[in-house]
């Protein structure tokens, strides 16, 4: 790649494309790279750069050769440039063919330039400074209207002349940031294990509560499977990964299952993920999940509950839009205190029988089980 010189390499190269092309014409035209306004009153042909744009098919390109080392994020500056080359006549003569002069030299800086459309290394007329290249300079003609010619010409003093319009790229200017080779690979991990990784074909149960016992069926489990029950953004503060499942101890359970247990009692009730994820020697390589609805309970109290007064329940998963259900019938939940996911504040109604009855709760959109409940006299 070519450092800052890069864009007056390309300049120095067009210059000598059309010198060598005029050397044998009489009158020689003067070959010049400037304004369009340069105050000369000879024949001259002119390379005028007007415009630079980025080269939208590398600029993002590996730096050559070595391509990525390290850090990302600095590749060399890719260029496209656009010339404008103009013929300009001599002084008027007594046949007033001057401009004759200045077509015959311009179809000669045209047709060399059409027969030297690819400059590569080794070209005679590529210039020191623009090399090396990452590819060769590609120089084509630019189909430009009238307007787009005169757009350019009235930004100067001088009239319009008889212009063509040239793009050149591939122009790569080299990045300031040099890449460092990385440390080498001190410690190689290879993990070969014979498995496509764990599958979950089944939980039971399907709705669960913290406390209860999850009997969970996988396919090509290893030992060093983790399980993990994705985040509610409800929940409270946490692991971003995921709550890690309390795993019981396997007792009687099948070949090919595993006893889980839900990790705390104040997650948000609702549907979730539960993942299990694979890794052997440190590396993870292979995961898979299945549904898991988390719903609320009711755990306490534990003696009976008095009627037509505020009763405080002890509750698992519960939410702010609670909903308390007594053999059935809604209870009105208080609001101070207001309702959390471990308590919950009813009133029972006077008139309901003493006895035996079944408390339920519903948060979330999630119903949970029945709790057996004595209702005091």
Do not use: C
Request: aromatic share 4%; proline share 11%; hydrophobic share 45%.
């Amino acid at each position: 790649m070519a450092g800052v010189s890069a864009i007056q390499g390309v300049d120095d190269t067009l210059k000598a494309l059309v010198d060598g092309a005029v050397g044998g014409l009489n009158p020689k035209p003067l070959v010049t790279v400037g304004p369009l306004d340069r105050d000369h009153d000879g024949l001259r042909l002119n390379w005028f750069l007007y415009r630079i744009a980025p080269n939208a098919a590398f600029r993002n390109m590996e730096p050559p050769l070595t391509g990525w080392r390290t850090a990302r994020g600095n590749p060399p500056l890719a260029l496209t440039l656009q010339y404008l080359l103009s013929a300009f006549p001599a002084a008027p003569t007594d046949a007033g063919d001057q401009d004759q002069f200045a077509h015959v030299a311009l179809a000669a800086a045209m047709q060399a330039l059409h027969a030297n459309a690819i400059v590569g290394e080794g070209h005679p007329a590529l210039a020191p400074s623009a090399e090396p290249l990452v590819e060769p300079l590609r120089i084509s003609l630019e189909a430009l209207d009238l307007e787009a010619l005169s757009k350019l010409w009235t930004a100067t003093t001088d009239p319009l002349r008889l212009s063509v319009g040239y793009e050149v790229g591939l122009v790569i200017v080299e990045s300031l940031d040099a890449h460092v080779a990385g440390p080498p690979v001190r410690v190689r991990r290879l993990a070969v294990v014979p498995s496509m990784g764990p599958h979950i074909t089944a939980v039971d149960p399907p709705r669960a509560s913290f406390g209860d016992e999850l009997l969970v069926a996988v396919e090509g489990l290893t030992a060093g499977a983790t399980f993990s029950l994705a985040r509610d953004r409800r929940d409270p503060a946490g692991p971003a990964a995921g709550w890690p499942m309390i795993e019981l101890p396997p007792g009687d359970a099948p070949p090919g299952h595993v006893r889980l247990g839900l990790p705390r009692d104040d997650l948000a009730p609702g549907a979730r993920r539960l993942d299990v994820q694979a890794v052997e020697g440190g590396l993870p390589f292979g995961s898979d999940s299945i549904g898991l609805t988390v719903v609320p309970v009711v755990t306490g109290p534990a003696g009976p509950l008095a009627k037509g007064a505020p009763v405080a329940l002890q509750t698992a998963h519960a939410a702010d839009d609670v909903e308390v259900f007594l053999d059935g019938a809604r209870l009105d939940v208080a609001t101070a205190p207001a309702p959390t996911a471990t308590a919950v504040t009813v009133t029972i109604p006077p008139a309901t029988p003493a006895g035996p009855a079944s408390i339920a709760l519903r948060a979330g959109k999630a119903a949970g089980p029945a709790t057996a409940v004595e209702v005091a006299p």
